[in-house]
């Protein structure tokens, strides 16, 4: 008799078994035909139950699935709800012409002016974005509705939470820095138009709802977003491509409805590639390739060149704190490092030692910055300077920066962060 198959004279019992679990229980009653249940009718119940089994555990899988697909729905429909712009915000930006961008500061169009330091994070920010998309041609030349665009740039400023660092006025740098380029070195000759307005979104949307806290930390805390994205690697860059992508798929943000199906793919391409290579952990696997380009030269006719030059220039326009005046790179070293220090003290928090730089009790600041610009920072302006000669004043810049780091470094003291702000980073729900 087949495993747990119970036969009696007019009662044929099996359970329906999906191992390691029992989903349900088949019974057979009453045969019609004969007597009783032959040694027959018994295998063909446990085939049955087989199928059966099977059938009911892929039907309850999928209705857990579906579940879980209406509680995402709801949730990015809540989240969505709370970043909706209003029809006055979006009347307030197109009603004009756009302004030209020294109207927002005169060193507006300079390599050193620090928009995080410079410039109030407030609305006119998303003007000033639009007017740089115009200056750099990209509103005519792709057809971008101003609607449309206002719409999603307002969208991505309301995606950015506010930690110190990691917040709107970073991204905006960001794109700042990508202007810049493109303005001193005769409109990126070495890009096509549409690597260049990629790279521009990249800039803007590169850490859409950053936590104040990196990938580290989400893996060591098991955060939600390392649930979902430890397997693939760069945690937090993916989420900020999938919020990106959310953002594109809102109702009146798509800024490429106009674009081929051709044109869309290859956009959303270079957007994601752009976005993972702000991992410092790719771009150091990347390095090496870089270097060898920049060795050998740029070949603008070799479609993996473009790529590594677009991976560069993402992690330079990230990097850009580095290349400014002193005053105001010292002033952006202290927003990243309350953000560092309060990571740091989530860790503590959660029995985690933190590293040197996390570590507000440990971290000497000077000696921190030097290994970064000598290790990181350095190199990647370096190998920007030889691609695109006209950065060269960034490059001269960070040196200079580095000359005032190690002088504190000599003194021999103790750097201090000047705490104007409490940091709004919290421990995560998961960890309370």
Known sequence: MPRNILSSLKRLTSPLDFSPTVVGVAQLCNKINGKFFTKYDEELANTFSVYCGISIYHSKLYNAVVASHSRSSLATELMLYHMKVQPE??????QSSLPPTTSFHPDFCKMTFSPNIQLKANDETVVAVMSMMNEMDLINKFQLHPDTLGRFVFMVKKGY?????HNWMHAFAVAHFLYTLYCCSNKLPCLDDLEVLAVFVSCLCHDIDHRGTNNAFQVCSKSPLAALYTSEGSVMERHHLAQTLCILNSPGCNIFENFSDSDY???VG??????????IATHLKKSKFIKEMASCGYDRSNPEHHKLLCSLIMTSCDLTSSCKTWDCSRAISDLIYLEFFSQG???KALGITPIEMMDRDRANIPEQQL???????GPVFQLLSQLIPESAEAYHSLLENREHWAALKATGKRFSIDITTELSVRLPTHVE
């Open 89 to 94: 915000e979006l009347e307030k930006i197109t």
């Open 161 to 165: 939470r506010d930690p110190p660092y």
């Open 265 to 267: 793919k290859t956009i």
């Open 270 to 279: 270079m957007i994601q590639n752009n976005i993972l290579d702000t991992d």
């Open 345 to 347: 003290d989530l860790e």
């Open 371 to 377: 290994r970064f610009l000598d290790g990181i920072a």
